[in-house]
């Protein structure tokens, strides 16, 4: 495997990583949400202050994680994963 | 009467709108890249919208603030689950479909694998999905064209339809695209309009609301109620047809082909999320303004069962010029969401079956353009006759039928032929099978179908009632399962060759930028 290869190959890898990790914090955070409805509702209806129960809160910041989730990938992928993958392609057509 | 015609003034604003657009996307579609993917060059910012406009649909503007109206906080759990979806999407799946695919998510599935059967098996799928979602969107439009403007069911279907088929024969996804930017934007503007204009009595403070709500209709608004989520099982369930139900439907996957790469795939996806995520918030917060400002009692007098909450705030709020305006924008909706439902059922029938399989590859411009509008007008008429067909029924199953069916037929066949080395053309083939008529009988045998459409109070006492309401936990796994063991059993070498090098065009998009087009 050249050089480029196994560079191709790391970002690769760490690509597929971060999108794993990402995924799992998403399916927890949501399972999390969804196992708290079914299985224990008196602890959701906890109200934290006049008008605002646990549920609605967690519901609300089940949103905001899937938004952080996304900025946090299209941050590393647009910026660092896609600067290191033309590199490495420009390197391989320069050599040829 | 006056409402009704502010409100059709509104749709007409819209309507010649949208055709001016569609008359000028029409001059610019010349090739089927313009058909089915606007060309490539819609910008990540612009396909985030458009996908926010795909995926809003009327069953989640008007359904979930009618639920949260009349139910407070289980509401949450449908708009939740219909975000989590995305995030999915733009992890695993955005970038292998932009870069390895050319019009359809079939594309993608069938890249080292033996094209007929996938392609055939893919049609299957998109199409069910397409079919089930269209009963489900034709028939809401029907009835709440008939309470928004007083207009007789069939004449409604029968307009939805037209229109809708203008937009895709001629301006193709070029006029697609904008008819569902503009429609976003509309239903954005108007929803956080009326969020202000609620939570200005509020003092800006949703919880204000909502201890409102509470103080009227009690503590049990704010809590998790019992008529979404009966059981555990149930709520996983659900949860996960939400989830990945997303991930496989095939009009919103489509729309990765109109950005040029990878890199504005994402874009898109954060977009679309940010879009569909503040318009699920606002839309919980409306529920409640709903609740507190028009009462329980005058929604459900005004029939539709819930569907008018918004509607009939947007009155409350602004008179009949605001309602107006909700309600053009509830039609809009319909609209942009059908035409994109048509388009991607017109792209499986011409790309997938028509010029992959039946012409192996070979058909002229002219020919694949031809076909694709030929396609188009017959699913538009399926969509007016099925419209038809399906009145008065009760429709509300089939928005969990279309997200079980996505995600279990065509979300695993996707997951597996992007990550999984040794997946075979009858191990794809099988597991889309498996996921399309497992979901389809699972609900027929489960209560939704046995108990609240057939009555059939004795069901749960025969030994084939499927107690769950919703078969994805079920059916999802069974379709992963299934594509994994009839691989295993005879192994496809071929397939397991071209493995590495789909790995490496799905990594090195960016190639396609440095090298020349084709």
Redesign the interface.
């Known amino acids: 495997m050249s050089e480029v290869e196994s560079k191709?190959h790391a970002?690769?890898g760490a690509?597929f990583r971060l999108?794993?990790i990402?995924?799992i914090l998403?399916?927890v955070?949501?399972?999390g949400?969804?196992?708290l409805?079914?299985?224990d509702?008196?602890l959701?209806?906890t109200?934290l202050?006049?008008?605002?129960?646990l549920?609605?809160l967690l519901?609300?910041l089940?949103?905001?994680s899937?938004?952080v989730?996304?900025?946090i990938?299209?941050h590393w992928?647009?910026n660092h994963y896609?600067k290191v993958?033309?590199a490495a392609?420009?390197e391989a057509?320069g050599r040829k | 009467m006056s409402e009704y015609w502010l409100a059709i003034f509104f749709f007409f604003v819209f309507i010649t709108l949208t055709l001016g657009i569609t008359y000028w996307a029409a001059r610019r579609t010349k090739t089927t890249a313009h058909f089915y993917a606007a060309g490539g060059g819609i910008t990540g910012f612009q396909n985030g919208l458009a996908l926010a406009g795909d995926y809003m649909s009327a069953a989640s503007f008007l359904g979930i603030a009618g639920l949260v109206a009349l139910n407070g906080f289980d509401g949450l759990i449908y708009s939740t689950g219909w975000l989590v979806g995305w995030p999915i999407i733009l992890f695993l799946i955005a970038e292998p479909l932009r870069n390895l695919g050319k019009y359809t998510f079939a594309d993608v599935v069938a890249y080292r694998l033996k094209q007929g059967p996938v392609r055939i098996a893919a049609v299957i799928g998109t199409l069910v999905v397409v079919l089930t979602y269209l009963i489900g969107q034709m028939v809401g439009a029907g009835t709440l064209i008939k309470l928004l403007f007083g207009l007789d069911y069939v004449v409604a279907i029968l307009i939805v339809g037209v229109v809708m088929m203008t937009y895709v024969l001629f301006g193709g996804m070029i006029a697609t695209t904008w008819v569902q930017i503009i429609k976003a934007g509309l239903l954005l503007s108007g929803a956080i309009l009326m969020t202000i204009l609620v939570l200005v009595q509020f003092g800006f403070n949703p919880t204000h609301l909502f201890a409102k709500a509470a103080e009227l209709n009690g503590q049990q608004v704010l809590e998790p109620g019992t008529k979404i989520v009966t059981g555990a099982w149930d709520a996983l369930s659900l949860g996960l047809a939400l989830m990945f139900g997303t991930a496989g439907l095939p009009h919103i996957l489509m729309r990765f082909y109109t950005v040029p790469d990878a890199t504005q795939a994402r874009k898109s996806v954060l977009w679309a999320t940010i879009w569909i995520g503040l318009f699920y918030l606002i839309t919980f917060v409306l529920g409640f303004g709903a609740m507190v400002l028009v009462g329980k009692q005058g929604i459900l007098a005004s029939g539709g069962g819930g569907n008018m909450a918004a509607p009939l705030l947007a009155k409350a709020l602004g008179g009949p010029l605001l309602f107006g305006f909700i309600c053009a924008v509830a039609f809009a909706t319909i609209l942009a969401v059908v035409a994109g439902l048509t388009l991607s059922g017109a792209a499986a029938l011409s790309h997938d079956l028509w010029v992959s399989t039946i012409k192996g590859g070979h058909a002229s411009e002219e020919e694949q353009l031809k076909v694709a509008r030929i396609a188009s007008v017959i699913l538009g008429i399926c969509a007016v006759l099925l419209g038809i067909v399906f009145q008065g029924q009760n429709i509300a199953y089939m928005v969990g039928l279309t997200f079980s069916i996505a995600a279990s037929c065509n979300f695993p066949a996707l997951m597996l032929a992007i990550f999984w080395k040794r997946l075979t053309t009858a191990g794809a083939v099988a597991s889309i099978v498996f996921g399309a008529v497992g979901t389809v009988v699972l609900i027929y045998l489960g209560p939704t179908v046995q108990l609240d459409l057939l009555k059939n109070a004795d069901a749960p006492n025969h030994w084939w009632f499927f107690p769950l309401k919703n078969p994805c936990l079920f059916t999802m796994t069974g379709a992963f399962i299934v594509g994994i063991v009839v691989s295993l059993l005879k192994p496809e070498p071929s397939s397991e060759d071209g493995f590495a090098e789909m790995e490496r065009r799905a990594t090195l998009g960016v190639i396609s930028k440095a090298a020349p087009a084709e």
């Open positions: 191709l970002i690769a690509r999108a794993i990402l995924t998403m399916l955070f949501y399972f949400f969804i196992m409805v079914a299985f509702k008196p959701l209806g109200l202050s006049p008008g605002l129960s549920g609605i519901g609300a089940v949103i905001v899937a938004w989730l996304c900025l990938y299209v992928a647009n896609d993958v033309a392609v420009i057509q």
